[in-house]
């Protein structure tokens, strides 16, 4: 046997190579497996997981909860209800080919976020490309805890553009983009010390939701003032001919 003495502040132990070791190490073994049987998890129906420890007393002490959801990246999903897709659905088919936007609720929840079936019409122009908000609207209806913003691209554009990156993804926690009648794309922030961490989750519609009746009058499309260039002077001209010749006849 060899016999190796460690210098302490306590008093020296003598620790054996050998045979005794692989003791030590069979002990500690044991002694993890009774900690891990003296433990019991307790995992809720939104997957978030509770470790407990056994208690003479008590039946159960719970001995860790940080309280916060678990998410992987990978599975992150934005759960959005059918009654939402159907509004944007009516909205888009009375303001034709121009962007509109909404605002909703949404929350993270177990394996993803979880849009609420509520939402706000904020006043806005909008026109075939731009949606302005009018009064500084969107600032406000943010502070009353309407997080999530949606537009919509009447076009075959799955894509946010430049201007949506500067602008509508970086002010709202989330942003979702609606075209031709099926969500395309997200971003979901996350806020840190001086930056936000920006996410890109998948998209899932709950059928589960009913529709409801959307009252669009506070969009309003943008008129746009222009002088008649010759072509439709030209055109208007043709057109009173033919009226004429076909009363005359």
Same mark, same amino acid.
């Given at each position: ?15 054996? =190579? ?8 069979? @002990? ?6 009774? +900690?891990? /049987?003296?433990?019991? %998890? ?7 997981? %509770? ?20 998410? /992987? ?5 934005? @759960? ?13 088919? @009375? =303001? ?7 605002? $909703? ?18 006043? *806005?122009? +909008? ?16 502070? *009353? ?13 799955? $894509? ?6 500067? $602008? ?11 075209? *031709?009648?099926?969500? =395309? ?10 930056? /936000?961490? *920006? ?5 899932? =519609? ?11 009058? %506070? ?8 002088? %008649? ?11 009173? /001919? ?8």
């Amino acid at each position: 046997m060899t016999k190796i003495r460690l210098r302490d502040r306590h008093p020296p132990e003598v620790f054996t =190579v050998g045979k005794n070791k692989r003791k030590h190490k069979n @002990k500690n073994r044991n002694n993890m497996k009774r +900690v891990m /049987k003296s433990m019991e %998890k307790d995992c809720d129906e939104g997957g978030s997981c %509770k470790m407990h420890e056994r208690s003479k007393n008590s039946g159960y002490r719970e001995v860790f909860d940080s309280g916060f959801a678990i998410l /992987k990246v990978e599975d992150l999903v934005v @759960k959005i209800p059918l009654g939402i897709l159907a509004v944007c659905n009516t909205i888009q088919e @009375k =303001v034709g080919s121009n962007e509109f936007s909404i605002f $909703t609720k949404g929350r993270y929840a177990g394996n993803g976020y979880i849009i609420a079936n509520e939402y706000i019409i904020p006043e *806005q122009e +909008v026109s075939g490309a731009a949606v302005d908000y009018c009064n500084e609207d969107d600032g406000v209806l943010r502070s *009353q805890g309407w997080n999530v913003v949606i537009h919509s691209h009447p076009f075959n554009m799955h $894509t946010f553009s430049s201007s949506d990156e500067e $602008t509508i993804n970086s002010h709202f926690e989330a942003s979702l983009l609606y075209s *031709q009648g099926k969500f =395309v794309n997200a971003v979901l922030n996350i806020a840190l010390q001086n930056a /936000k961490l *920006q996410l890109k989750p998948k998209l899932c =519609v709950d059928a589960t939701f009913p529709v409801v009746e959307v009252d669009t009058t %506070k969009i309003k499309t943008k008129s746009w003032a222009y002088n %008649k260039s010759w072509a439709d002077e030209a055109a208007e001209s043709d057109a009173s /001919k033919e009226a004429g010749f076909r009363m005359f006849i």
